[in-house]
């Protein structure tokens, strides 16, 4: 599994959550502060999105890291350039799956990579299960705990701000100098 974006909170969850159900996780990153902690999530692969020729070298990189056959699903919450990049990484018969446009540029799907591959696409818009589906967020919710009970699942805090500060930790969070989560607390 290929996870875009993977030192965001988002990200990291994912990394621990494919990890627990025992995926290969390939965690891409764009900074060594990120890629430890996608290790420390339990990333088998840092993936780095940095690079200047980005499809070429993540091709090759997801490619090194699953002997030649690339990954198998790729999960994004960023879209842009790196959404292109890593669909062109996918297996045979691989599946990505859009959960975000964290990068601001919706990407636009060319139809040649699904046809020459078989790969399908999905979006995952959580947003509508509570009221159209609540018992499949009442199933995932139990997992998840469960998942955190078995000690699988831990979020990553970077930063604690009290609610009246809720501008600061806005304005951190929009530097994109967080790695995981930040929390408001209440007093």
Known sequence: MLISGAGGG???AAVQIAKA????????VTSEVQAEAVRQ?????????SATNLPDS???QVHRATNGKGADVFLDPVGGDVFDACIRALARRGRAVIIGFAAGKIPVIKGSYLLLKNISVAGMQWT???TYSPELVADAQAKLNELYVQGFVRPHITQT???ESFAD?????TSRGVIGK???TIQ
């Open 58 to 60: 993540l091709r090759e």
């Open 169 to 173: 930790a806005a304005a951190r969070l």
């Open 10 to 12: 988002v990200g990291l």
């Open 182 to 184: 930040l929390v408001l």
């Open 21 to 28: 159900l025992g995926a290969k996780v390939l965690a891409g």
């Open 128 to 130: 509508d299960y509570p």
């Open 41 to 49: 999530s339990g990333a088998d692969e840092v993936i780095d999105l």
């Open 161 to 163: 701000f009290p609610l």
